[in-house]
């Protein structure tokens, strides 16, 4: 079965530190993996997707993400943290019909 | 930029009634959209698939009876929610694809509380 796995529920950082959000998939066949972002009681937004091509891919609002084919990751990184970057942030995969799956999603929590 | 639409974005009716909730595309047709579900500080499940003209596909475990859709329009579709009850009272995000730029775009979702 398609799977994203997110094991970070919550993760804290300082504000100007790096930070990382971990993304693992299994999945059947090529992947295609994408980051959104949810702000409380909105939809989501997307930050970023890996269909092909270059393994670092760069985002909206300076987020990026590293495809790693051999360690099955896709994490969601930026080199400094804002505290408006506090937000809900899911990994999902999809596929040519357009049906994300989504992970169980990680809590960025930036401390001023 | 693309634009996904739903209305309300939050509703509070009686058990027992039916509650509709609306998915518009604003400056792109979609033939496809998709209906989420979102519990409190879970992910987002996949309810259904709406295709324009024809019957939605269902997810496995999802009541179709219960969850009704209906995609009249290639930039209209409605989730109903009928017979209400407590536990459907959840965060409903509706998403659709512009097929002019090739990406998904969610709505705002709708927060249902059934009383």
């Known amino acids: 079965a398609q799977s994203v796995a997110q094991p970070e529920d919550q993760v804290n950082v300082a504000e100007g530190n790096p930070l990382t959000v971990k993304c693992t998939y299994s999945?059947?066949?090529?992947?295609?993996l994408f980051w959104y972002v949810q702000y409380p009681n909105r939809g989501l937004q997307f930050l970023l997707k890996?269909?092909?091509?270059?393994?670092l891919v760069k985002g909206s609002y300076g987020f990026e993400a590293e495809f790693n084919k051999s360690q099955t990751s896709f994490h969601l990184k930026k080199p400094s943290a804002l505290v408006s970057d506090s937000a809900l942030y899911f990994c999902?995969?999809?596929?040519?019909?357009?049906?994300?799956?989504f992970g169980t999603g990680t809590l960025l929590a930036v401390q001023p | 930029g693309a634009v996904v639409s739903q209305h309300p974005s939050r509703v509070i009716c009686k058990s027992g009634t039916s509650v509709k909730i609306e998915c518009r595309s604003l400056?792109?047709?979609?033939?496809?959209m998709f209906w989420y579900r979102q519990f409190p500080k879970q992910s987002l499940m996949l309810m259904a698939t709406?295709?324009?003209?024809?019957?939605?596909?269902?997810e496995q475990g999802v009541e179709k009876d219960k969850f009704l859709i209906n995609h009249a329009s290639l930039t209209l579709s409605t989730l109903t929610v009928t017979s209400a009850h407590p536990e459907d009272s959840s965060f409903y995000i509706c998403?659709?694809?512009?097929?002019?730029?090739?990406?998904?775009?969610f709505g705002e979702g709708s927060r249902l509380t059934v009383l």
């Open positions: 999945v059947s066949g090529n992947p295609y």
């Open positions: 709406s295709n324009e003209g024809s019957k939605a596909t269902y």
């Open positions: 890996y269909i092909t091509g270059d393994n």
């Open positions: 400056d792109f047709q979609a033939t496809t």
């Open positions: 998403s659709a694809r512009d097929p002019g730029v090739g990406e998904l775009f």
């Open positions: 999902a995969h999809g596929g040519a019909t357009n049906k994300l799956i």
